[in-house]
């Protein structure tokens, strides 16, 4: 029993850090149909942003680090993203791509390809026993994170002018537009947030890691699309339950999986996730409107 | 027809044209290559990664080279020849270093220093046994480096890395005390299979247990599964083995140290240099193989002749395995010429051949006409107490199983 | 030159633009092997990026994964030509078929694109049934999986480690002979009454489906008949390189096809045939420039020339258009009308170069 709930520990541990890059990538794609595939090098620049700032103490490095994620965020939106406004989702894609590569290798000039050490406090390397479960300190921020982060952008959404803006913009946005929400200040407001997203996420996988270099983004990046393409494009819900699965599936599968097929993991993973997607091609929770 | 759309068309077009008529034009010009001169300079040609992810291994290589090349000018040459130096950049990919191969090849490489993997340098042999050059790895550490696999011409001045997985084994059942342990291998890299097939074999030999084993990818985001297993054994093992690389080597030692998993840790010389300590604050009974000591108190001093020299002239290396290695492959290539009286392979090679624990600065370097790397050379067991590294000694290992 | 067009009718494009690439062809060799390997890579590119268009710009929807078929292409074309006593030393738990299996380099171009066809039908029959944008991720999904599969299906692929020992069979010839082929192919699929309907799809999906075009058989015709061509491409890159791994058929080329599909131009065949010639001169020219600002330059260029295509031009340099011999004929009228020597059709013609051997 202790076994199944040490799995279940995991699973969440996984699954709040894949919700936690995933909803930003669903949020953006809500607003203006793009998949961002840069969002991986928003987390890259988090991550050298706390490699930077780790010399003073930690919770400042992490605001400094916020601060510049959400700046790189809105310049990014600013300068490549705006001139395409507007354009297939397609093609929205292929540019978020070339940012991608084009950070990816800025990164590579500046910092070199071996990874930055970033020094964190041992609390979060730490581990607490309950009743024979292990709980290890990213799993616990990772969880709370989550939470905190869902729950605040839940609020956000629902309370706020601006979050009521933003879910009009997201149902129709030539309709928000016409009864006279602006859409740049929307836009820019959606990237802002995906920066934050961007930011805690990378704050997690420095926790976890210990280290920051040029190609990190790359891997959450994937889990991020694919959790968002499980739970149905644009939708927020969507996102969260193709999250929990993705983290959950991959758990099980590295549980359950004998020896010399574990290295095979990711192909299972992906094959269950293809599986989905055919069973309901617009995903698990479908956006409620068809976009053309 | 809309017009302006055909003339980008052509205007491009055009542009190609021209560029190449002019590219062509430009290096035919410089073709000169091939083992063949034999007076004036010896040009070396470095088909090394200067960007990517091999650039951190390849860059102090390439120094290290330099070091050693500066040395030789300054004396004279190696026969009165002076040693040239020309570069191109594979950035971290198979093709590349094809293509590096070829621009060093085409500005007269005679010998060619390439980058330090088995796989990413393969094409750059093929193309330097093609122009009858040898080419030389610095630090691939794969024992693949065979003739009858990579062909007559390739070269590695690393140590096999089946010597540190054996050294690891040998180190811990001799001086740790360890009975068993747990073999993790990240099989990203084909190295880090070999080693952990060769920690296994000799742990085995020396009649300790082998109480599990398992792998994980170098991306994954969580090795709970992996920490799980170990957790599941009826007592911790006396060693875990870990057969991986930073980045991803180094979040797993963090997430084994973070769950409370004390047991020694052994490792290959992909851990070597103290950039990574701080990832994994206040770590202990941390093991790892290197090439040679960076802090001056290194056994053999021509370790620290090298490292001071080299410390001088660029500043500390983040890891001394290039520096060694590319400073050492000029060694070898000053010895054999000597010998072979050319750069030509059908003579260079068996002068290398030849070595048969050969002093350079690296360490006693064995070729033969099967292994183009050294397999039993001695390795340095460095530990990490309380976030610090410092040097065990010296071990040679007894044994070194075949690995393939 | 109008009655050369009309002779050439239809086929004029594939015609005009054999005449550019056998240019390049027949250049580059002037320059020295480290040239003609580049000119190699090019023309393997066209061929990828045309078999990438052939599915990609004929309907629109823009795959991520086509690399995919790229590797299997790849694996395939080597696994069954490596010498016999090469393969059992490299890969002894070969499963027999394929460790008797030795064919010639042609016959291997086949099976491979044929084995990369046979796996776009398999991943058609599901996918081809999603939505636009759905697809384009399903497809990614598939690149994903392909590279797992190949990274760690060690007793055939050797995981990811470098299968080596592949016979180089590509020169320049075959190559070129390779790409035009793929050109003439693709050609034909995008004039046949096949293409057109797919073309129609592109334009509008849901007025195609009302003509009674089935737009999802046709796009999985496209997707077989891309997967063949890009298998194909496969086979020959794996008989250029003779060492590759897993990671040779994942993202990186993933990135670089797309991009020179974009700055091509992805409505054109014209453009999938320039957008890789003008990646080639800007990746030379880059890493020229490397030698002065240091490594890394050639990427961001070339990230960054696609970023303008797609903010400035975003349908890329050819515009959507095809190249043809009354267009060629009206630009160099007007050419002349400005000035004399205004780049034009004749531009390959005032360039020849005097003999250096």
């Given at each position: 029993m202790t076994e199944i709930i040490q799995h279940l520990v995991d699973a969440a541990g996984l699954a709040s850090l894949y919700a936690l890059l995933a909803l930003p990538?669903?949020?953006?794609?809500?607003?203006?149909?793009?998949?961002?595939?840069?969002?991986?090098?928003?987390?890259?620049?988090?991550?050298?942003?706390?490699?930077?700032?780790?010399?003073?103490?930690?919770?400042?490095?992490?605001?400094?680090?916020?601060?510049?994620?959400?700046?790189?965020?809105?310049?990014?939106?600013?300068?490549a993203f705006r001139p395409v406004r507007?354009?297939?989702?397609?093609?929205?894609?292929?540019?978020?791509?070339?940012?991608?590569?084009?950070?990816?290798?800025?990164?590579?000039?500046?910092?070199?390809?071996?990874?930055?050490?970033?020094?964190?406090?041992?609390?979060?390397?730490?581990?607490?026993?309950?009743?024979?479960?292990?709980?290890?300190?990213?799993?616990?921020?990772?969880?709370?994170l989550a939470v905190i982060c869902i729950g605040g952008l839940v609020i956000f959404m629902k309370r706020t002018a601006f979050g009521m803006a933003m879910r009009a913009a997201a149902e129709d946005f030539t309709m928000a537009r016409l009864v006279g929400i602006r859409a740049n200040a929307v836009i820019s407001g959606t990237f802002a947030i995906s920066g934050v997203g961007a930011g805690v996420a990378a704050f997690i996988l420095v926790v976890q890691g210990g280290s920051a270099f040029a190609t990190m983004g790359l891997t959450p990046v994937i889990i991020a699309f694919v959790a968002t393409m499980m739970g149905g494009l644009g939708s927020f819900s969507g996102a969260l339950i193709g999250a929990a699965l993705l983290g959950a599936g991959t758990v099980a599968f590295d549980v359950l999986l004998p020896t010399q097929l574990r290295s095979s993991r990711e192909a299972f993973v992906y094959g269950a996730v293809l599986v989905v997607l055919l069973i309901r091609p617009q995903g698990l929770v479908p956006a409620r409107r068809e976009r053309v | 027809?809309?017009?302006?759309?055909?003339?980008?068309?052509?205007?491009?077009?055009?542009?190609?044209?021209?560029?190449?008529?002019?590219?062509?034009?430009?290096?035919?010009?410089?073709?000169?290559?091939?083992?063949?001169?034999?007076n004036g300079p010896i040009t070396i040609g470095f088909a090394t990664a200067q960007s990517g992810a091999f650039a951190s291994y390849d860059k102090p290589a390439v120094d290290g080279a330099k070091l050693e090349i500066e040395k030789i000018n300054a004396e004279g040459g190696i026969d009165g020849r002076k040693i040239k130096v020309v570069e191109a950049d594979t950035r971290t990919d198979i093709n590349g270093a094809r293509e590096a191969a070829d621009e060093v090849l085409a500005n007269g490489a005679q010998f060619m220093m390439v980058t330090c993997d088995f796989d990413y340098s393969t094409p750059s042999i093929v193309e330097a046994q093609s122009h009858n050059v040898v080419a030389m790895s610095p630090c691939a550490g794969s024992t693949k480096f065979r003739t009858d696999v990579i062909g007559p011409n390739g070269f590695s001045m690393g140590?096999?890395?089946?010597?540190?997985?054996?050294?690891?084994?040998?180190?811990?059942?001799?001086?740790?005390?360890?009975?068993?342990?747990?073999?993790?291998?990240?099989?990203?890299?084909?190295?880090?299979?070999?080693?952990?097939?060769?920690f296994e074999q000799r742990w085995k030999e020396l009649g300790g247990t082998i109480v599990g084993t398992d792998v994980f990818q170098q991306e994954d985001q969580s090795f709970s599964a992996q920490i799980s297993r170990l957790r599941e054994l009826p007592e911790p093992p006396d060693v875990i083995y870990l057969a991986s690389y930073p980045p991803g080597g180094v979040r797993f030692v963090r997430s084994l140290r973070a769950a409370g998993i004390e047991s020694p840790i052994l490792a290959e010389s992909n851990f070597d240099g103290s950039y990574w300590l701080k990832s994994v604050p206040g770590l202990s009974d941390f093991?790892?193989?290197?090439?040679?000591?960076?802090?001056?108190?290194?056994?053999?001093?021509?370790?620290?002749?090298?490292?001071?020299?080299?410390?001088?002239?660029?500043?500390?290396?983040?890891?001394?395995i290039g520096a060694l290695s590319g400073y050492s492959v000029i060694e070898a290539l000053k010895r054999a010429y000597e010998k072979a009286g050319t750069t030509e392979a059908s003579k260079l090679v068996p002068a290398l051949e030849e070595f048969h624990n050969e002093k350079l600065a690296i360490g006693p370097t064995t070729f033969d006409k099967l292994n183009h790397i050294t397999l039993d050379r001695p390795v340095r067991i460095i530990q990490v107490q309380n976030g610090k590294e410092s040097l065990v000694g010296l071990w040679k290992p007894k044994k070194v199983p075949v690995i393939e | 030159m109008q009655r050369l067009g009309t002779s050439l009718g239809k086929i004029q494009t594939p015609v005009l633009l054999t005449i550019v690439i056998a240019a390049i062809s027949l250049l580059a060799p002037l320059g020295g092997l480290a040239m003609e390997n580049r000119a190699i890579v090019m023309l393997i590119n066209i061929a990828l990026v045309v078999g990438l268009y052939s599915f990609a710009g004929l309907s629109g929807v823009l795959s991520f994964g086509h690399m995919s078929f790229m590797g299997i292409?790849?694996?395939?074309?080597?696994?069954?030509?490596?010498?016999?006593?090469?393969?059992?030393?490299?890969?002894?738990?070969?499963?027999?078929?394929?460790?008797?299996?030795?064919?010639?380099?042609?016959?291997?171009?086949?099976?491979?694109?044929?084995?990369?066809?046979?796996?776009?039908?398999?991943?058609?029959?599901?996918?081809?049934?999603?939505?636009?944008?759905?697809?384009s991720l399903a497809l990614f999904a598939v690149l994903v999986i392909a590279y797992q599969v190949e990274s760690n299906w060690n007793s055939v692929t050797r995981g990811r480690q470098a299968l080596f020992g592949v016979p180089t069979g590509t020169t320049l010839g075959v190559a070129l002979a390779v790409a035009l082929l793929v050109i003439f192919f693709v050609y034909g699929y995008q004039e046949s009454r096949f293409g057109l309907r797919l073309r129609a799809s592109r334009e509008n999906e849901l007025a195609a489906a009302a003509i009674g075009v089935d737009v999802v058989r046709e796009r999985?015709?496209?997707?077989?008949?891309?997967?063949?061509?890009?298998?194909?491409?496969?086979?020959?890159?794996?008989?250029?390189?003779?060492?590759?791994?897993?990671?040779?058929?994942?993202?990186?080329?993933?990135?670089?096809?797309?991009?020179?599909?974009?700055?091509?131009?992805?409505?054109?065949?014209?453009?999938?045939?320039?957008?890789?010639?003008?990646?080639?001169?800007?990746?030379?020219?880059?890493?020229?420039?490397?030698?002065?600002?240091?490594?890394g330059l050639q990427q961001i260029g070339l990230a960054l020339a696609m970023l303008a295509v797609l903010i400035f031009r975003p349908s890329g340099l050819s515009l959507g258009a095809e190249l043809t011999i009354s267009s060629l004929r009206s630009l160099v009228v007007r050419g002349r009308r400005r000035t004399p020597s205004a780049p034009a059709s004749s531009a390959p013609a005032q360039l020849e170069v005097p003999d250096e051997n």
């Open positions: 990538v669903a949020l953006v794609y809500g607003i203006m149909n793009l998949v961002n595939f840069a969002h991986g090098e928003l987390i890259m620049i988090g991550a050298y942003g706390l490699f930077i700032f780790a010399a003073i103490t930690l919770p400042l490095a992490a605001f400094l680090a916020l601060v510049i994620v959400v700046l790189a965020a809105l310049a990014m939106e600013r300068a507007g354009s297939s989702p397609e093609t929205l894609l292929v540019t978020s791509f070339a940012v991608s590569f084009l950070l990816q290798n800025a990164a590579l000039m500046i910092f070199g390809s071996r990874p930055k050490s970033v020094e964190t406090p041992s609390l979060f390397s730490q581990t607490v026993t309950i009743g024979g479960v292990h709980i290890e300190g990213v799993t616990i921020l990772s969880v709370g | 027809m809309a017009s302006p759309r055909l003339r980008t068309i052509t205007v491009a077009i055009a542009i190609a044209l021209a560029a190449t008529v002019l590219a062509a034009c430009g290096s035919s010009s410089e073709e000169g290559g091939g083992g063949g001169e034999e140590t096999g890395v089946p010597a540190e997985g054996a050294s690891q084994a040998e180190f811990a059942s001799e001086k740790l005390k360890a009975k068993t342990a747990y073999v993790i291998v990240d099989p990203t890299i084909d190295i880090d299979k070999q080693s952990g097939a060769a093991y790892h193989t290197a090439y040679g000591s960076m802090n001056g108190d290194d056994p053999e001093p021509a370790v620290n002749q090298v490292m001071a020299e080299y410390t001088k002239k660029y500043g500390k290396p983040e890891t001394e | 292409g790849a694996y395939t074309g080597a696994l069954i030509t490596i010498p016999l006593t090469a393969k059992s030393a490299l890969l002894p738990e070969l499963p027999s078929f394929i460790a008797h299996a030795e064919f010639s380099f042609p016959i291997a171009i086949l099976i491979g694109g044929g084995v990369a066809a046979f796996v776009a039908l398999v991943v058609s029959l599901p996918v081809a049934r999603l939505p636009a944008l759905a697809m999985r015709i496209a997707l077989v008949l891309s997967g063949f061509v890009i298998g194909v491409a496969g086979v020959v890159y794996a008989q250029y390189l003779g060492v590759f791994t897993p990671n040779d058929f994942y993202l990186d080329v993933t990135f670089l096809t797309i991009a020179m599909l974009v700055i091509g131009g992805t409505r054109s065949l014209t453009g999938a045939v320039i957008g890789p010639i003008l990646v080639a001169v800007l990746t030379y020219l880059l890493q020229r420039g490397e030698t002065v600002t240091g490594p």
